[in-house]
């Protein structure tokens, strides 16, 4: 069975930095690509960065570019997303994904195209 573990969220003030991991176990068909959607509060759950796992090619949504940046570690069977300068607006509760989705849909973040997903962790910024 597939899991999606994430962790590494938490409560910072305005302009702090958090780190979320997503550790994944149970593939039998490994996916190729891996994501982090977010949902606020009150709002419908909207992507926030993709990865590739082969050739790590990556997209961003516009409200985190120059902020977030998303890595992998095939070893480990980990995603991270490094969130920098982090503003009252991101939070939310952060959701790691996995599936196999074409390459020409890469950073068009459609939850469908991804069937596997975490739990979520929760991330806090105050003002």
């Known amino acids: 069975q597939v899991q999606l573990a994430e962790s590494g969220g938490g409560s910072v003030q305005a302009g702090g930095s958090l780190r979320l991991s997503c550790v994944a176990s149970?593939?039998?068909?490994?996916?190729?690509?891996m994501a982090w959607f977010r949902q606020p509060p009150g709002k419908e759950r909207e992507g926030v960065a993709q990865?590739?796992?082969?050739?790590?090619?990556?997209y961003y949504a516009d409200s985190v570019k120059g902020r977030f940046a998303i890595s992998q570690d095939n070893a480990k069977n980990t995603v991270y997303l490094q969130m920098n300068s982090l503003k009252p607006e991101d939070t939310a509760m952060y959701y790691c994904?996995?599936?196999?989705?074409?390459?020409?849909?890469?950073?068009?973040?459609?939850?469908?195209?991804?069937?596997?997903w975490g739990q979520g962790t929760q991330v806090t910024v105050s003002s």
């Open positions: 149970g593939y039998t068909d490994s996916p190729n690509s």
């Open positions: 990865i590739y796992t082969a050739g790590g090619r990556t």
């Open positions: 994904a996995a599936g196999l989705v074409p390459l020409f849909k890469g950073g068009m973040f459609f939850p469908r195209d991804f069937g596997y």
